[in-house]
């Protein structure tokens, strides 16, 4: 497959792996942080093995002007589980009700690594193939995962 659209991001959380693995895997958690500003999360599993889904849904909300109550699904299957080391899953998201034109197939790989106490998490994203109409939700993909890596970084710091 052509790599059409690459992000890779490192960042350092002041708590341990295995608490930064329980907010990427733990789907309750997962609805406290996840996705990018002004949007909530109302639904999200996790069946947390090799060949196991992912399904998170991101609902924008009010501060998103027109898109308010817009739905957008994630289903995913993992490829790479190795406990509060490294994750990996192949996804598709898309516009609810615009399946078709909106879907994006993307994949994601984790890895965590202690570091003095706190969890280095590197992250690479690759958009593999997106429909027509999810050119702007590509061209929003590094400011997305930006928005939703500060807010894990709120999550984290506000467990404390």
Request: net charge neutral; charged share 30%.
């Amino acid at each position: 497959m052509e790599k059409i659209n690459e992000v890779e991001f490192e960042r350092t959380y002041d708590e341990s792996p295995k608490t930064v693995w329980q907010a990427w895997t733990n789907p309750e958690l997962i609805k406290k942080w996840w996705g990018p500003n002004n949007v909530t999360i109302p639904e999200s599993e996790v069946d947390l093995r090799v060949g196991g889904k992912i399904y998170i849904v991101m609902e924008a909300g009010e501060a998103m002007g027109p898109y308010k109550g817009t739905k957008w699904p994630m289903l995913g299957k993992f490829n790479v589980v190795e406990p509060n080391s490294k994750l990996s899953y192949n996804a598709k998201a898309w516009t609810e009700g615009q399946k078709e034109e909106t879907t994006i197939d993307q994949t994601t790989e984790l890895i965590l690594a202690e570091d003095m106490g706190k969890t280095k998490l590197k992250i690479k994203a690759v958009i593999n193939k997106f429909g027509p109409g999810a050119q702007m939700a590509v061209q929003g993909m590094k400011m997305g995962f930006t928005q939703q890596l500060d807010k894990l970084n709120d999550f984290l710091t506000a467990k404390k």
